[in-house]
């Protein structure tokens, strides 16, 4: 079998373990709704506002579906030698994570529709202006929080670890990110922060597809942040990448 | 394969860890078609060995051939061609046995029926039950299956009944017997002699990174050491004497009771078991290198 095919039966595997947790997978396609309805009803339909939180909840759920998720499940599969026994096997280790981070990448996107549907269906925010921006930005945000979110698990220590090292990091970001509120009303000094990180430019790529229509141009140094930050996460999900838990043996 | 070449060869194998050796100048081989067992106590360095020969771990010196591939430089046709059973490795907690057999399967160019690997480890009853759901002894038959699905032709078992139970320790026997029986080349790690007894062709008594005796288990126990006689004297006070040869010693002591016209009570006449040359062997050898060993296979762990 080539390793595009491994990739996808790998794949396929990874899409039916998440399912074969139904309440897991449930919750975590509940909590932008769950979002967007309670600021929805805070809102009360505050036009300018919602135009605000849509894209940033948006932009949070690629986040929580790549960073948050694969931080803790590679953290979880080397603490329990998953990965040293995938190692022994003749599976290439390029088509094993490709499976993983494939299931990660289509949580987000199918967080993107369920926000996208609920933006026109409830808040009247109409369809996005512009589809590709949108399939761009999303991939993107992919790529870059996926690719930091297998680097970061390196750091933790082990899996019940997990949690707390992943909310540290996404909680902090998503308030100074301007997901609920205009990121330039906040001071400049965390302003200047947040521009530093990427999830900032992935919030204002998804602003641009679904609120005000801006193109690639307007995006460019949104697009270069997102590089930058995608290729350091790369360089060092390789680097330190361990196959076995720091506690075995 | 079958051109005369061992299986696994080794030849000075060195491992060292922070400047720690482990592994201090290992020689074996191991013949295709046979069991071979490195027995010792924890932190000898079979583990350490067995994860050079997988693959896992580099080498620090020495030549490594296994199936004629050097595992440093992990050829995935090597890895195609071998199964290994790791000391202690998780699974998918919500993937069902026969699901799991068979994507492993797929991982192989040439595997085994799914059905028949499961029926081989026992595992029929089980086979829609979800992993998290097994028990111990379930999830390491589970471990073998696995291990077995790509029809390897060398089998990697690291202590692979270590936390059993009698009963579950038997039945993993009879399937490492099957192994051999199917024609498979197994290397076996483990620290219970009587297991290296049962299954093993040719066993090696591994010590603080080295080999300290190496051979059948049946020639290990009655080469190294000599017979032991025991018995009860006239004041029926037990005595035992090791001895080369028992003959002239029980013709002394069978003449001694006829002439006394009491019977010889309590006699018997013992050849040593490999228990007696491992605890000899490994009882010579200080524990304090072995505490050492344990703490270096730890710290290679956290890099």
């Not at chain 1, 998804?206 to 360089?235: E, H, K, N, Q, Y």
């Not at chain 2, 009963?167 to 490492?176: D, F, G, N, Y």
Request: aromatic fraction near 8%; proline fraction near 5%.
């Amino acid at each position: 079998m080539g390793d595009m095919a491994l990739a996808w039966r790998q794949y396929r595997l990874e899409r039916r373990m998440f399912w074969r947790n139904p309440t897991a997978a449930f919750f975590s396609f509940v909590l932008p709704l769950i979002f967007l309805v309670l600021f929805g009803a805070l809102l009360s339909g505050d036009r300018e506002n919602l135009e605000i939180i849509v894209p940033g909840i948006a932009g949070l759920s690629v986040m929580a579906t790549t960073f948050n998720a694969l931080a803790s499940q590679m953290t979880f599969l080397r603490d329990q030698g998953v990965l040293k026994r995938m190692r022994g096997t003749p599976l290439p280790a390029n088509a094993y994570l490709a499976g993983i981070i494939g299931n990660a990448a289509t949580n987000a996107f199918v967080q993107i529709i369920i926000v996208v549907l609920a933006g026109r269906l409830a808040f009247d925010l109409g369809w996005p202006k512009d589809w590709l921006v949108l399939v761009v930005f999303t991939l993107l945000g992919v790529a870059c929080f996926a690719s930091i979110g297998v680097a970061f698990s390196h750091v933790i220590p082990n899996f019940e670890a997990s949690a707390a090292y992943t909310n540290i990091v996404f909680l902090p970001l998503i308030f100074i990110s301007g997901v609920f509120y205009d990121v330039n009303d906040v001071p400049a000094f965390l302003h200047d922060i947040a521009n530093a990180l990427p999830l900032v430019h992935v919030i204002d790529g998804l602003s641009a597809a679904l609120v005000t229509g801006a193109d690639f141009g307007d995006l460019a140094s949104d697009l270069g942040a997102l590089a930058v930050w995608t290729a350091a996460g790369i360089f060092f999900a390789v680097r330190g990448f361990s196959w076995s838990g720091s506690r075995e043996e | 394969m079958s051109d005369g070449a061992p299986a696994i060869l080794v030849r000075d194998l060195r491992k060292s860890y922070d400047g720690h050796e482990a592994v201090r100048g290992l020689d074996f081989e191991v013949a295709h078609g046979e069991v071979f067992g490195l027995l010792g106590p924890n932190g000898a360095g079979k583990t350490t060995t067995v994860e050079i020969l997988e693959g896992f771990r580099e080498r620090t010196s020495g030549i490594v051939s296994v199936l004629g591939f050097d595992p440093g430089e992990r050829p995935r046709e090597l890895r195609e061609r071998i199964g290994i059973v790791l000391q202690s490795c998780g699974i998918y907690r919500h993937i069902r046995v026969a699901e799991a057999v068979r994507h492993f399967a797929g991982l192989y160019p040439a595997p085994r029926d799914p059905d028949e690997v499961i029926a081989i480890v026992g595992l029929d009853a089980k086979r829609d039950a979800l992993a998290r759901t097994l028990s111990g002894g379930q999830l390491r038959r589970l471990d073998l299956a696995l291990a077995l699905v790509g029809d390897p032709e060398l089998v990697f078992l690291d202590e692979p009944t270590t936390g059993f139970d009698p009963a579950a320790r038997r039945s993993a026997w009879e399937t490492i017997r099957r192994l051999q029986e199917l024609g498979k080349t197994v290397l076996l790690t483990t620290h219970y002699l009587d297991e290296a007894q049962a299954l093993c062709d040719r066993v090696a008594i591994v010590k603080d990174g080295r080999i300290l005796a190496e051979g059948p288990p049946a020639e290990l126990g009655s080469t190294a050491a000599r017979y032991r006689v025991t018995w009860s004297d006239e004041h029926g006070e037990p005595q035992s004497r090791e001895v080369d040869d028992p003959t002239a010693l029980l013709h002394q002591l069978t003449s001694a009771a006829l002439a006394r016209g009491k019977p010889l009570s309590d006699l018997s006449v013992t050849r040593p078991t490999l228990e007696d040359v491992y605890l000899d062997l490994t009882a010579q050898a200080g524990d304090a290198a072995e505490q050492g060993e344990n703490a270096a296979e730890q710290a290679e762990e956290v890099r």
